[in-house]
């Protein structure tokens, strides 16, 4: 059963319990599902603490975005940590949080930390601007609370996974970062948090999202055309597409089934 860790005098008083131990580091913000779980059992691989933070990050929410309703299901997600070798728990208020003279302004909407516009210009960036400095601001500090030798990260959320390697690099921090891959409904609906929001009837729309992703993916070139088409057939179905793009190789979406967002991505075959 992993030690649940909510201030920081109780994450010192853990630091203090071992010492020169190779660190990994799971950020989430919890409501977790297998998707992070695999998240877990890469990082136990990696090193000999494991870390799993749970915070939902005020920062990196819009004004009108879902930060109220974001599920919160702390007990759950403990629960479902126990069998898997966690050490600790990081999941505290947001005061504490962000309580370090690093983060005070922070929390009082101004991330610290920019993310590199040329990699936020485009895709959710485009949609839910500042998102990336809260995204960075609450990884940076994570990583200065926890120092992680190795942090994993899903491909689930590419752009984010980009933006974070940018960062790292950037500010020459001393964290390897590890993506790991999606994992998926039997159906192919790339695990979330957000599909509790969905309904039976939504969840099984959402299934067009990776077929189509994966249609996609299956073609030897793919033409403006071939997106722009894609992109009208999930209109047709009431699947409504924020970005439908390519970018690092990969076939990116953003898409609203109700006022439920999700995301995905594939790899491009060539
Ligand atoms: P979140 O709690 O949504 O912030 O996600 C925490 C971490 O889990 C992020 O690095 C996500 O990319 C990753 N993640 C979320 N869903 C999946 C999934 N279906 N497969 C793999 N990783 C995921």
Redesign the pocket.
Known sequence: MPQLITTRKQLTEAQQAYQRKKIAL??????L?E??L??VKIAKQQAEIVWVSIFVNPLQFGPSEDFSKYPRTLDNDLKMLEDLGVDYVWSPSVEEMYASSFAKASSDKEPLIQANPELTNKLCGLNRPGHFDGVCTVVKLLFDLIQPNVA??????YQ??MVIKEMVSRLKLPVEIIG?????EPSGL????RNRYLNEKEKLLATEIYKKLFYLSSLKQITELDLTKAKADLENLKIRVEYLEIFWNKILIAARIGSTRLIDNIKRSI
């Open positions: 799971v950020p989430t913000m919890g409501a599902h998707g992070h695999s998240l994993v990260f899903g491909e689930k959320d984010q996974l790991a891959p999606i994992l998926r790339a695990m979330s948090s």
